[in-house]
Each structure stands twice: as C-alpha cells, then as structure tokens.
C-alpha cells in the first residue's frame, strides 16, 4: 500500500485516528507505557491502549494474574492517583512512542472523566481515550461522560460495550459523538487474593465466539457509520480474520501477548498478506 496508514479509526473526528496497522495492543497489559511495561514485541502494532486511568486509590496490590485452563483470571494494575506527574514521566520516558497511546478510563463518575481527561488531553503524548463501560452503568451515565471526554480533552474518543451490552447502547454512543466502538469486557469474577476477594476479568480463546456474536450485533445496529474495534478471544490470524469477516475494522489482544509476544506482527503480516492476495489479478 502506498499509505502509511492503512486505517482511521476516528473518521468523523476532526483530527481523525489514522493507524498504520489493524492490530492493536489491548487494555491493561502495557499498563501505563513506560518502556519497561511494554514486554511485547511492537512490531504490527497500530496502537497501544494504556491504564486504566483512575483518580481513585485502592489498597489491594495489583495486578493480580491466576493462570487457568484454557486461559487467565486477571485484575489489572491500577495506576498512581497523580494522573499529571504520572504523565511528565510517560512523556520524559519516550521521545517518541512506539505506536500511538490510547489512554483507558475506566467506569467511574463524571467529575473524575472531567479532571482525568483534561491532563491526558494536555499530555501531548495521548492520541485518544477509551471510554470503558461498566455493566450496570445506566445510559445517561455513560452519554454524560462520553461527552464530558469529548469536550474535556478533544481527543478522539473509543467507547469500549460490554458484550452483554451491546443492543442497547451500540446506537446511542455512536449519536453521541463516539468515535469507534469497540467490543471489551470479558466475563467478570473474583478470586481470593491477600485475605480479599478481588474482583477482575476471565480472558481466554473460549470468549471468540461470543466477540463474534456482538460483532454481529453491532453491525447489524449501526451499519457502517463508526468503527468497531474486536477485543476478546484473539489468539492467531485466524481469529482475527473471522473478527474482520464479522464486521470489525481492528483488533485488539491483551493477555496472549504475556506467552506470544510476537503475535501481533504476526496478525498483521497475514491480514497483509492475504490483501495483496485480493489486490492482485
């Protein structure tokens, strides 16, 4: 291809998204950026989603990983409380980032969207925001702080549906001004953990056919007027070719890349691949 990008995923945003890759780097297992947390390799990585971001201390030690049969239990680490210190460093770590940084924020009020989006917006080394949902955040909830992102950092803004969310939210945060939509969330649960139960994310290959189930859904509700990003279940360039064939325009792996850290060149090099196949006569 004669661009350097090969896909914008922000099309209807003023600065657009432009990437040079379909595969991206999932929440959670860069955690913040810094060059030492980055453990994988970056070649065929389009962009690196990092955080979750948080105002809000927590005493449990994170992260918290049990591996499982057939795949991992996982609770994120969770970042320092001083989102703009924590930014200095990020930005004095890198001249220049591997791959664009996405930053996460997770499920929280408003009031901490506000601040927490105008320090990443301010950064200079952000490139856009994903809005994580939470499961029983009501819609109201979710459309106040999509916008609050919006107009707080004037980034391009992901919104990140909870599979079991889909249907009823798809349409709404692609009219309120979401950029991309992308698939999140895995099952949740809890393991014992230091005395406490902690609360956290099951992850494994098993969760494609339900990633491709709301793939489906999405598309079959908001057509082609916004992105979609597939994230759950991808552990080879045949699952991202299916998660492309069921309407996603990229996708994202996280926990595979702790045991296959070459994994998303190799997505990428087979997506290429097989469109220099169609390409030709």
């Known amino acids: 291809m004669n661009q350097e990008w090969v ?123 994903l809005l994580e949902v939470g499961e029983e955040e009501d819609t109201g909830t979710v459309v106040a702080r999509l916008t609050t992102a919006a107009e707080m950092s004037e980034l391009p803004v992901w919104v990140g549906l909870p599979r079991s969310r889909v249907r009823d939210l798809a349409d709404v945060c692609a009219r309120s001004g979401g950029d991309a939509l992308v698939i999140v969330l895995p099952s949740t649960g809890v393991w014992p953990h230091r005395g406490a139960w902690v609360e956290g994310y099951a992850f494994g290959p098993m969760f494609l056919p339900h990633t491709l189930a709301a793939l489906h859904a999405v598309r079959s509700i908001v057509g082609d007027a916004i992105p979609v990003i597939a994230l759950g279940g991808i552990h080879s360039p045949e699952d991202a070719r299916l998660c492309l064939e069921a309407g996603a325009d990229a996708v994202m792996v996280d926990t595979a890349l702790w045991v296959e850290p070459d994994l998303p060149a190799r997505i990428w090099d087979a997506l290429r691949e097989e469109e220099v196949e169609e390409e030709e006569p």
């Open 7 to 129: 896909v914008d995923l922000a099309p209807r945003h003023k600065l657009g998204l432009p990437l040079a890759s379909r595969v991206l780097a999932g929440p959670g297992v860069s955690r913040l950026g810094f060059p030492e947390q980055i453990t994988y390799d970056v070649a065929g990585v389009g962009a690196i989603v990092i955080g979750p971001w948080t105002g809000y201390s927590d005493r449990t030690r994170y992260p918290v990983l049990h591996p499982r049969g057939g795949g991992v239990f996982w609770a994120p680490a969770r970042p320092p409380r001083n989102t703009r210190v924590t930014l200095q460093r990020l930005r004095a770590a890198w001249r220049r980032p591997p791959a664009p940084f996405i930053a996460s924020l997770g499920p929280y009020d408003v009031t901490h969207v506000r601040d927490v989006a105008r320090h990443l917006g301010e950064s200079g080394i952000i490139s856009g925001l």
